[in-house]
């Protein structure tokens, strides 16, 4: 059956999904970014999903047919990661993903995208993200220039009509 055909649920991670998180995570990484140096190991890799992601952030699961087939980690108005299965991209995964993301994040939400990823800029932007602040990447530890774009619910206001004249 094609993936676009397949039932997709969103969850909650929990601590029987890290291993098939730090998998996809990498996979997904180096598909979308060849050129990010790979500074960790698998084995570092998989350790700080199941022992740092899923402490410190709500992570919410994309599954299709009981495999996951992506993720979104947020905190505190923050979109850490949001990655999908190469096998699964394009189907509208990362966009229930970040629907999903926004709902619980409420009137904002901000995220890290490196100025190069093209594809990842284009697809927040095409979901209400505006690139707000643009860095020389001496922040984050792969030294790659990133952005900050930044998503805020639009609210719309009471009318106050008085009487016409």
């Known amino acids: 059956m094609p993936a676009a055909a397949q039932q997709l649920t969103l969850r909650d991670a ?3 999904d890290a291993d098939a998180m730090a998998t996809l995570f990498l ?5 979308a970014m060849p050129w990010l140096p790979a ?3 698998e084995e570092e890799t998989r350790w700080w999903v199941a022992n740092i992601m899923l402490r410190d952030c709500c992570v919410r699961v ?5 495999r996951v087939a992506g993720f979104a980690a947020t905190d505190k108005g923050w979109l ?3 990655y999908v299965a190469p096998g699964h991209q394009g189907i509208g995964v990362g966009s229930q993903l970040l629907d999903d993301a926004k709902r619980n994040a409420g009137v904002s939400l901000q995220l890290y995208v490196f100025q190069r990823n093209q594809r990842a800029r284009a697809f927040y932007g095409g979901h209400g993200f505006v690139e707000v602040i ?4 001496s922040g984050n530890e792969e030294n790659e220039p990133d952005l900050v774009m930044a998503w805020r ?3 719309h206001p009471q009318s106050t009509q008085g009487p016409t004249p």
């Open 80 to 82: 850490h990661h949001l």
């Open 39 to 41: 500074l960790h190991s």
């Open 62 to 66: 994309a599954e299709i047919d009981g």
């Open 14 to 16: 929990t601590p029987s």
């Open 153 to 155: 619910q639009l609210t």
């Open 134 to 137: 643009f860095s020389d990447g």
């Open 27 to 31: 996979a997904a990484r180096r598909t």
